[in-house]
C-alpha cells in the first residue's frame, strides 16, 4: 500500500515537473520570438533613405540637368562678304555683283553690255551698232580708251539665242584689259582693283599670292559662291621684276 503511494506521489512530481518546463519552454519561445521581430524592424530602420526621402520638406528641388538634345535655334546670319576676299591656296571668292570692270569710277558688272560700257565712259563708235551675231556666234570688240590706239577694252561678246540679235544686245563672260605701252600708266580703268601700270608687288598684296606665278604672268583662279560661276584672273606684266608694272588684265568667269 505504502508502495503505491509512494509511486503515485512520483508521478505526481513527474508531471508537476512537465508542466513547469513546458512552460519555461514557450516562455523562452515566445522571447526569442520577441528578439527576431525587434532586430528585423532595427534592420528596416537601417536601411539608406531616398534622395526623395532623405531631403527635408521645404529644400528647392535640385536644377534639372542639361539636354544633350541638339540646338535648333536658327544661327546668326553671316555677314555679307567683301567684294573680292584675298586668294586662300591661289582662288580668289568673288561676289556676282563684283564679277565687273570699272571704268571711270563706274562699275558695269558682267555681262559687259556694249551700251554699258559707253556710257561709263569707254569712246563710243556709232560703227559697232552694224555688228549682228548670228545663233551660236562669238565677236570679241575692240574698245579703244586713247586717241593713240594704245589702250583697250576688249569682251567677248556671244549669241546664246537661236535668231541673229545686235552686238548691244549681246552678252559676255569674258573682259580683257590691254595695252601696246612699253610703259603702261593708269586709264582710269580697273578690274578687281587691277589698273594698268600697277606694279605687280601691289597686284600680289592687293589680291594676294596667286595660283601659278611665272614672273610675268601672274594667275588666280576664281569662285563665285552659291551661283555655280567659276573661272580665272590672270594678270601679264612687262617683265618679271617686282616693279614691273601691269600690261594686261582676263578675267573670265563662266558658269557651270
Excluded: H
Excluded at 534592420?43 to 544633350?68: G, I, N
Excluded at 590691254?178 to 600680289?204: C, H, N, R, W
Excluded at 598684296?205 to 555655280?228: A, C, F, I, K, N
Amino acid at each position: 500500500m505504502q508502495k503505491a503511494n509512494k509511486n503515485r506521489s512520483i508521478c505526481g512530481r513527474e508531471s508537476l515537473f512537465k508542466r513547469v518546463a513546458a512552460l519555461a519552454l514557450a516562455a523562452f519561445m515566445l522571447s526569442a520570438l520577441t528578439a527576431c521581430g525587434g532586430q528585423s524592424g532595427s534592420d528596416t530602420d537601417a536601411q539608406p533613405q531616398s534622395a526623395a526621402a532623405a531631403a527635408p520638406a521645404d529644400s528647392a528641388p535640385a536644377a534639372p540637368a542639361e539636354s544633350s538634345a541638339p540646338d535648333t535655334s536658327a544661327p546668326a546670319a553671316p555677314s555679307a562678304p567683301s567684294a573680292v576676299s584675298p586668294a586662300s591656296d591661289g582662288v580668289l571668292t568673288i561676289g556676282y555683283d563684283n564679277i565687273a570692270i570699272t571704268v571711270n569710277g563706274t562699275a558695269v558688272p558682267m555681262p559687259y553690255r556694249l551700251t554699258e560700257l559707253e556710257a561709263a565712259g569707254v569712246p563710243a563708235d556709232e560703227s559697232r551698232s552694224e555688228i549682228e551675231l548670228g545663233a551660236g556666234d562669238f565677236f570679241s570688240v575692240n574698245l579703244y580708251l586713247d586717241e593713240n590706239e594704245d589702250y583697250l577694252l576688249i569682251p567677248a561678246y556671244y549669241n546664246a539665242g537661236d535668231s541673229s540679235i545686235s552686238i548691244t544686245e549681246a552678252e559676255a563672260e569674258e573682259i580683257v584689259m590691254t595695252t601696246y605701252a612699253d610703259e603702261p600708266a593708269d586709264q582710269g580703268v580697273s578690274i578687281l582693283g587691277v589698273s594698268f601700270g600697277m606694279p605687280g608687288s601691289e597686284v600680289k598684296s592687293l589680291l594676294g599670292e596667286p595660283m601659278w606665278d611665272e614672273g610675268d604672268y601672274l594667275e588666280w583662279e576664281v569662285e563665285v559662291p552659291g551661283t555655280g560661276y567659276r573661272g580665272s584672273f590672270s594678270i601679264y606684266l612687262v617683265s618679271d621684276a617686282d616693279d614691273a608694272g601691269v600690261s594686261q588684265a582676263d578675267l573670265s568667269v563662266f558658269e557651270g
